[in-house]
């Protein structure tokens, strides 16, 4: 089982920067694939980062060149690095994690970004 604990999202203005944190209560480094969903209020959770356990990433075209996931797995923690921020990114951001054919997921932390 795993437990994961997302934080560091705020309001931000736009064109501004955030980073997310999403700490795992295990090791990561044999969990194949974790990442990151957005939902907007009122629209279906989407795919924005993702990242395996050998560091290769792939990422939703409206975020490429401006996000980048990352992982630390001395610290069980894998990181979402937003810049240029717009007002369209607003949403809660969930941190997910593939393990043992189980998919869990954080609590989300807010995002919001003022025009």
């Known amino acids: 089982q795993v437990q994961l604990v997302e934080s560091g999202g705020g309001l931000v203005q736009a064109g501004g920067s955030l980073r997310l944190s999403c700490a795992a209560s295990r090791s990561i480094n044999n969990i194949n694939i974790m990442g990151w969903y957005s939902q907007a209020q009122g629209k279906q959770r989407e795919l924005v980062a993702t990242i395996n356990s050998e560091g290769s990433t792939g990422y939703a075209d409206s975020v490429k060149g401006r996000f980048t996931i990352s992982r630390d797995n001395a610290r069980n923690t894998v990181y979402l690095e937003m810049n240029s921020l717009k007002p369209e990114d607003t949403a809660v ?6 393990f043992r054919f189980l998919t869990y997921w954080g609590q989300g932390t807010q995002v919001t970004v003022s025009s």
């Open 93 to 98: 951001y969930y941190c997910y994690a593939n």
